[in-house]
């Protein structure tokens, strides 16, 4: 009976031990996790690849540093600058998994939580495509594209008409043509853009958004043509996994740059 009593013992004791072993594995793990996640939230936009940009004789000189960028990360090939907001950021493409930045930097591929600024294979890298969708996360503080959503403020959305893509060897000047929530379809899989039809559908759906959540330009001065190029800014809504928020700006200007 002894013995019995203390074969239990020992096994509670030892039930004790694997239990007090996990939990401590699993504040390791979670506070390994929050660290990640504090990295990611806390980054700052990597403002030592830029300048500030100027003017001359010779045209728009360039204030990105791309050689710098793409020795680092070759998937890099434009910049984004949304003025008003803290979307300032490099934009890439990976050649292989289009939901890798997801969860990488564009700076060095390394792992991190807010992922980075993408664009997704489906577009080429020109934006001389009729339709650019680029992407990035919302939710992670004001990190990557969750700054977008002050373009729900209508004054915001008023005062701040325009943003700016640059490439290595252009300025593309952006006039924004609306803000507005949308449902969560892969837009460029989900519109044929070759058909002019349907492309001239879907210039009049962001010049009309069928939504309560909208702000549209008043004074844009004219309609959207066929011939026009269109970027979409597309982001996720917080506790709304089924809805994304788009800010799209029409091609106003093409500036070479030195």
């Known amino acids: 009976m002894d013995k019995e009593q203390n074969n239990k013992k020992k096994k509670r004791i030892l039930l004790v ?6 939990i401590i594995f699993g504040a390791v793990y979670c ?9 990611a939230v806390n980054q700052e936009t990597p403002t030592q690849y830029v300048t500030e940009e ?5 045209g728009v000189k360039n204030p990105v540093n791309f050689k ?6 070759s998937d890099v090939y434009a910049w984004l600058k949304v003025p008003g907001t803290k979307v300032n950021h490099p934009i890439v493409q990976s050649p292989v998994d289009d939901s890798f930045y997801l969860k990488h930097s564009a700076e060095d591929k390394s792992w991190v939580a807010n992922g980075a600024v993408y664009t997704e294979r489906c577009n080429t890298k020109t934006f001389n495509d009729r339709v650019t969708v680029i992407y990035g996360h919302n939710g992670y503080s004001d990190t990557m594209f969750t700054t977008l959503h002050r373009f729900e403020e209508k004054s915001f959305f008023n005062e701040h008409k325009r943003f700016v893509i640059y490439t290595p060897d252009s300025k593309l000047t952006y006039r924004i043509v609306s803000a507005f929530k949308y449902d969560d379809r892969h837009l460029i899989n989900s519109f044929d853009f ?3 039809g349907v492309y001239a559908g879907f210039l009049g759906m962001i010049e009309n958004p069928q939504t309560t959540n909208k702000n549209v330009a008043a004074d844009l001065g004219r309609q959207l043509t066929i011939d026009d190029k269109v970027v979409v800014l597309s982001t996720c809504i917080t506790h709304q996994p089924s809805s994304r928020y788009l800010v799209c700006g029409v ?8």
Not at 31 to 39: K, R, S, T
Not at 54 to 58: K, L, N, T, V
Request: negative net charge; hydrophobic residues 30%; without cysteine.
């Open 68 to 73: 710098k960028l793409q020795k680092q990360n």
């Open 31 to 39: 506070g390994y996790y929050a660290y990640l996640h504090y990295e």
């Open 17 to 22: 031990i694997i239990g007090i072993i996990l």
């Open 194 to 196: 070759e058909d002019l």
């Open 54 to 58: 100027a003017s001359g004789e010779d």
């Open 251 to 258: 091609l106003v200007k093409n500036e070479k740059t030195y």
